[in-house]
């Protein structure tokens, strides 16, 4: 039988979503501040090859989390559902399959950190006076592998729609990192020390998971230890765990490989500018991916109650949110990411104007495709992704090598880029359109209006930029906030209709009510 509505679930799902967004913008100012203030800091005391090389080392122990073969994103839309439904048995019983899974993860994951270790050099060619350093750094990530167990405590507060807890415990992880890096970086720890670091955040953050989750931890602890996991549970994941690791691998190299074809085409020194040019670009992306991270769980929860109206009405306004918040925030940023780099890191290490626009491009369509694949895997659809995401990563690879062969240091994302248009374009909308029956047509325009807007817009913005465009930090953080705050009061005019400023005037007066209550 369908599950009851209740009168208030719209209510608590606009909270908790806000509450979410507003809490990874705190988190976001957190990280800007600290980047801001630390980036410069860590780069003086480590020169731009051992910092590059860190980077690479972290996209390499970033491919350990395949070993998991699938499981994190299988408990993830069986939770959520297990939630909406109200089922704690199922909960509990899919808590105790993956902690006990991700046991067996961790295991694994010793043994992949000892084979980096052993061939670092070979993956990432520094200097002969970095090779121990590099090595230790690998052997000091092995640590992390024993909080691994506690993945799942991520997955129940995802589920029960608790972004903003995460929100919190990433700040504290942030900050953790970065004082621990600074001062290692400082104390000529090098490589090592920014990986000791990592793994301080990384205590801190499931330390945290723990904490909130304490009421339900002894008790699946217990059962994950006493016994085998529920026969239903592990089948239930089974179901999901080949498509969500197929997924995740693409996932994986299409994300992971930008900085290892850099690194093993060109030379690890260059990764340096490289990352740091994509800096605000990248950081403009996972904002509007917190979208998607935000309001997965409620449009699976809509999904499981049959309200495919209100589904389909709540993800076009969420698809067109993105594409206006992202626009507004990614417009200056292209405008002004010279001026910014110059005055943060040095003009030397900016990577050029072709690398910020085609970061600023692929941020804009992966999140927008990011709050799509959401509501598809959220409600455990993952297989209806596989072709389509195993065709892009293909030729996402295969042009990054060709044209950073081509073209140097933009060839990785001239590859994304090529991939998105060839596949994602055209192919998302029309599965969203088969799976959910929100109409293609209107899932395009949501992101077309805006883009339309923003094109003169862009070209105005970067012609004032030429010409009168501020040089200090004071002028440049005025500049770039007046230039997006001109294209949200545009958009909120021209793009948005009537009745959705109204919906979203509503909810925001409604956390307002909630928040002085």
Known sequence: AMPAVSPASDDVRTIRFILTIVSREAY????????????????????????GAFQVATDWMGYLGLLEFGLGGALMPLVALSEARRDEKSVHDLM?????????????????????????????????????????????GGFGAF???????????????????L??????????????????AWAGWGITGQSVAVIAGAAVFNAALLWLCRREAPAIFLDAIKGPAPEAARRDVR???????????????????????????LSPALVTPFVLTQRLTSLAQRELQ???NASWAALAE?????????????LLELTRVVAVVGLAALIPIVAFNCQFISLWVGRERYAGDLITALAAANALWQAIFSLWGWCVTGTGQIRKMLPMTIVQ?????????????????????????????????????????????????????????????????????????????????????????????????????????????????????????????
């Open 302 to 314: 809509l999904s499981a109650q049959g309200r495919k109206e209100v589904f389909s009405r709540r």
């Open 96 to 140: 105790v399959t993956g902690v006990r899974a991700y046991t067996k993860v961790a295991l694994a994951s010793v043994v992949g950190i000892v084979i980096l270790a052993v061939f670092a050099t070979r993956l990432i060619p520094v200097q002969a006076k970095y090779a121990s350093d590099l090595r230790i750094s690998f052997l000091i």
């Open 239 to 265: 179901k999901l765990n080949m498509p969500t690791f197929l997924l995740n691998m693409c996932g994986r190299v299409s994300l992971l490989t930008d900085n290892i074809v850099v690194s093993g085409l």
């Open 393 to 517: 990563t293909v030729l996402n690879l295969a042009f990054s090598i060709a044209f950073t062969l081509a073209f140097g240091l933009a060839g990785p994302l001239l590859g994304t880029t090529a991939s998105f248009l060839a596949v994602s374009v055209w192919y998302m909308p029309i599965l969203m359109s088969d799976i959910f029956d929100v109409p293609a047509s209107k899932l395009v325009f949501s992101v077309v209006a805006p883009l339309a807007l923003a094109l003169p817009y862009a070209a105005l913005t970067g012609w004032l930029v030429r010409l009168y465009g501020a040089t200090g930090w004071f002028g440049v953080a005025y500049q770039m906030s007046a230039s997006a705050l001109i294209y949200l009061v545009l958009a909120w005019l021209v793009v948005f209709y009537p009745e959705e400023r109204a919906s979203l005037m509503s909810r925001f007066r409604l956390v307002l009510r909630a928040a002085t209550a």
């Open 28 to 51: 976001t100012i957190v990280m800007v501040v600290v980047g801001l203030f630390a980036t410069p800091l860590i780069l003086h005391w480590l020169r731009d090859e051992r910092f």
């Open 290 to 292: 917190t979208i998607g």
């Open 167 to 184: 929100s919190a415990f990433l700040t504290a992880q942030s900050i953790t990192i970065t004082a621990g890096s600074l001062v290692l």
């Open 147 to 165: 909080m691994t167990p506690l993945a799942p405590f991520k997955a129940l507060i995802e589920g029960r729609q608790q972004g903003y807890w």
